[in-house]
């Protein structure tokens, strides 16, 4: 069975940062690609970061070019997103997400982690 397991998440003010990690089994880890998505209240999840098997490529949500950071060690098995410079508007559930095909990845994933809650205050 797959796990995807999210950590890291917590209350922090604006301008903090966070590094949220996903720890993962019941994959076989460097054969996919992995990608981070987020959810604030009442609105839909939307696509944050992806990063490819080869660890040769990266593609970024637009409000997080330039703040967040992904990145995978395949000996850990774990993926991770660097968030720094919070924002209010970065509040949400962050999910962990995993798929073979890293155009699909971006739009419907076909794992997924449980989320961790991220709250930035002002």
């Known amino acids: 069975q797959v796990h995807l397991v999210e950590s890291g998440g917590g209350l922090v003010q604006a301008g903090a940062s966070l590094m949220l990690s996903c720890e993962t089994s019941g994959i076989t880890f460097h054969y996919y690609h992995w990608a981070w998505f987020r959810q604030a209240p009442s609105k839909e999840r939307e696509f944050v970061a992806a990063i490819d098997w080869k660890i040769s490529e990266t593609n970024y949500a637009d409000f997080a070019k330039g703040r967040f950071t992904i990145s995978r060690d395949n000996v850990k098995k774990t993926a991770y997103l660097q968030m720094t410079g919070l924002k209010t508007d970065d509040t949400a559930v962050y999910y962990c997400?995993?798929?073979?095909?890293?155009?699909?990845?971006?739009?419907?994933?076909?794992?997924w982690g449980q989320g961790t809650q991220v709250t930035v205050s002002s």
């Open positions: 997400v995993a798929d073979k095909n890293f155009n699909t990845i971006r739009t419907s994933p076909t794992y």
